[in-house]
């Protein structure tokens, strides 16, 4: 990683670290990569988009997750009842 | 009750509608525009209400532990462990989410993606304290037993979420709001971008139910399948 001098913040893409515990630390501002110039583009909607994203495939990972369990059910109770028993 | 299905397929709906509308109305609403915050700000409504949920569960979890050892009663026992299930997956949304906000808001340039900032740091190892529990459930064979132990750990995991998301890291500069030097969230926040988030927080609140109930009916209908004596 190459470490640049500081350059005054400009409004579009510089920063100045916020977290003022690390102030005393010389952060240096790089210019952005192609992952920030992509989540910073139409005025940082797309860091929503991508937080919203996270958020529906971490809960799809869970509806499967239960799915599975539904399955180890399912073979359990076939396991469990013969088949003349379930039959309508 | 005696129609239990009944209720929760109307709540069930009504939660699947209600996120529809918050999702719809987080994107499409305006804001005020902030320097530096510009759009993700909209991450108020998805990212805050992670962690209400979790903790909602959490306290979800810890009161059905109570009642675990004042009734011993097994139904409590998968109930605790559910809620804490589905807590821990909130918090863990919570924490990556607020991984990538602060990555590309406040760090953009910097490439820091986790600056130990207080409440990220508490948030984790509050996360760490409910994998314990998990752990420990895991480790202990004997039902009684394990419910049993697995209830106080419970008691004590849930007693740390104050102190570790609210106390501690509102003593400290941190970027989250109510910090040391940051105004609380009441005083700066748009009147809009209030009702979008507290509706945010009551539907996902609702979605932790939903799915919870799922978990809990589906245990139990497992327990009955055990008591089926094998063919």
Known sequence: MTIHAIQEADTTYGATPYDSVWTSQEVPVQQPDALERTMLAQDKLYVVLAVVLIIWIGLAAFIYRTDRRIDRLERKLDARISDEDVSP | ?231
């Open chain 2, 1 to 231: 009750m005696a129609t239990p299905g009944k209720t929760y397929k109307r709540l069930r709906n009504i939660v699947l509608a209600w996120l529809t509308l918050v999702v719809l109305g987080g994107f499409l609403l305006d804001i005020p525009r902030i320097n530096i915050l510009e759009h993700t700000a909209r991450n108020l409504y998805f990212h805050v209400p992670m962690w209400f949920t979790m903790m909602a569960a959490f306290f979800v979890s810890a009161w059905h532990s109570a009642r675990y050892l004042s009734s011993l009663d097994r139904v409590r026992d998968t109930r605790a462990l559910e809620a804490a299930r589905v807590g821990a997956i909130f918090g863990i949304l919570g924490l990556v989410t607020g991984i990538v906000w602060a990555r590309f808001t406040w760090y953009v340039g910097q490439g820091i993606w986790w600056n130990f900032d207080p409440k990220q740091t508490m948030a984790a190892v509050q996360l760490l304290i409910y994998g314990a529990y998990f752990t420990l459930r895991a480790s202990v064979e004997e039902p009684e037993k394990r419910a049993r132990i697995a209830a106080v750990y419970n008691l004590f995991a849930a007693a740390c979420v104050p102190f570790l998301l609210y106390v501690l890291p509102r003593q400290m500069e941190s970027l989250h709001p109510g910090a040391e030097g940051n105004p609380a969230f009441s005083d700066i926040t748009h009147p809009i971008m209030r009702v979008v988030f507290y509706a945010a927080v009551i539907g996902f609140i609702g979605l932790f139910w939903v799915l919870y109930t799922q978990r809990v009916r589906l245990a139990a209908l497992n327990e009955r399948a055990d008591d089926i004596p094998e063919s």
